[in-house]
């Protein structure tokens, strides 16, 4: 019996990254997307050095453009592949005061977090339905359902994804295909990096979860059939705060959490603190744009 597919968006960093280590270790042909085609050759490599009874395929891709989703569809189904699990990890965020942020790059990314996602997802969950097979995991965030000022665009599109997700739940209960969203704590990924994040508070004195952990807890929710996977017991008691706080106080918190940090060099820090710039400086060599918070 031939192996199963999983495509997998953002597969070269982070969580997506981890996420295709544990595919190919079960035994998945993955088909890799993400926008550099050098980083995706050499993740097919270690893929199939990890597991030798697999296949790769890359799809170089930029999905900030608008049909980029389209040529990803074209090209699996011209290659003839059945894509039984669909992976939409790629993700992008934007630090800063709204009104000092720029416009083009908020508009380019609910193209990237939320068109599409929308399109990958419509393309193969018709075709999952149809078989009535198939599972689909979409990165949603714990800010899912926590309003963020100074991410306030990205907050509010993986508001979207997660309400997507659960209307999409529902929509298929009488069939076997299941869609599962999964919502990280900020995890210690290049997504500070890339929103230009990297001295919030968050990001210098909190703990981060590793990529690791959060595949991990992903994985297992979508073999699972789980409706919503929150990695973490700091996650899961932040959830249950936010469910009996009102919106305005869960914002002043994020409030907090996102402001710069006032920690600044010349301070004497702790050594768990010199730790932790160590491991996410560390970690920031095999993170890129895709990893999601």
Known sequence: MENKHVLITGATSGIGYELARLFAKDGYNLVLVARNEENLKHTAQEMERLNSAIHTH???????????????????????????????????????????????????????????????TKFYLREMVERNEGKILQLASSVSKAPSPYLSVYAATKAFVLSFTEALIEELEDTEVTVTALRPEATDTDFFHKAKAENTVIYKEEDLYTPEEVAEAGYKGLMDGENVV??????????????????????????????SSTKENGREQSSHAASQRERKTINTERAGVNGDY
Request: without cysteine.
């Open 58 to 120: 890359i799809i170089p891709a930029d999905l900030f453009e608008k049909d980029a989703a389209q040529k990803i569809y074209d090209k699996t189904t011209q290659l003839g592949i059945t894509i039984n699990v669909l992976v939409n990890d790629a993700g992008q965020g934007e630090w800063g005061r709204f009104i000092k942020t720029d416009l083009e790059r908020e508009i380019a990314l609910v193209q990237l977090n939320i068109v599409s996602l929308i399109s990958l």
């Open 230 to 259: 929150i990695p973490g017991f700091k996650n899961k008691t932040q959830h249950a705060m936010n469910t009996i706080m009102p919106d305005s106080a869960i914002a002043a918190n994020m409030h907090k959490k996102m402001e």
